[in-house]
């Protein structure tokens, strides 16, 4: 029996890991296209200031299923000419598409997810949640809402990333296009823990206020 598309796409990307990893996902459906190249210019600034010290993979969904997952790598940058090739299209969300490729993923320490709404299974989300948490995976999920004035309702997809945020001991938090900079520091701060966790957060709230924001909201 020949492999789906989808598994071509997990065998590529995952291989037994000698660094920490951090996943990158991003919602590409045509809900975000208003605010997408603010979104691309935040995500690019975020793998500028990967540390070295961590290997990064970017994953998105559009057109209603997981479009590509590349392999993980040390070397962040290179994915800026990817970020920039990602172009929204029309279909529903894929997000447990790519919760489920990330309980695959062996010495992933987080994931990041960015998207606005949700019109999948709920129960499934929540299931995969907890298999991350038992894998050790914190999930950051950054809710734009800024599709909400364009009539797409938002607030369901708030709860569902606030649970599965909940679930993993991860954050729900902003992803607004006026305030890029907090966006960025976020990130960073997220870079930061999953290089060297809750210890090296409190090493740096003084010098990065956004660690001390993230740490608020994992210590709930």
Not at 144 to 154: A, V
Not at 158 to 166: D, G, H, L, M, Y
Not at 170 to 187: D, Q
Not at 217 to 220: A, G, R, Y
């Given at each position: ?5 989808k598994?071509e796409i ?23 296209e ?8 935040i ?26 997952m590349?392999?993980f ?11 920039q090739s ?56 950054f ?12 607030q369901?997809a ?9 679930i993993?001991g ?20 997220i ?25 608020e909201?994992?210590?709930?």
């Open positions: 029996m020949s492999a789906t598309p598994q997990l065998a590529k990307a995952i291989a037994n890991p000698k660094r920490p990893r951090l996943l990158f996902a991003m919602d590409a459906t045509a809900s975000r208003a605010s997408w190249n603010i979104a691309k210019e995500t690019g600034a975020m793998f500028e200031a990967v540390p070295g010290e961590l290997d990064v993979a970017l994953v998105y969904h559009s057109g209603g299923r997981l479009q590509q590349t392999e790598s040390s070397q962040a940058k290179a994915f800026l000419d990817k970020v990602v172009r929204c299209s029309a279909g529903g969300t894929a997000l447990n598409q790519i919760l489920d490729a990330a309980t695959q993923a062996p010495g992933l320490k987080a994931l990041i997810y960015i998207g606005d709404c949700f019109e999948e299974n709920p129960a499934l989300a929540v299931e995969l949640a907890e298999q991350l948490k038992l894998r050790g995976v914190r999930c950051f999920m809710h734009d809402s800024s599709s909400q004035s364009q009539g797409y309702d938002t369901g708030s709860r569902v990333f606030k649970e599965i945020a909940r993993t991860g954050a729900l938090l902003p992803f607004h296009e006026k305030s890029p900079a907090l966006v960025r520091e976020l990130l960073a701060a870079a930061l823990y999953a290089t060297g966790g809750i210890k090296a957060l409190k090493q740096k709230t003084k010098l990065l206020p956004a660690a001390r924001l993230l740490l909201q994992i210590q709930k």
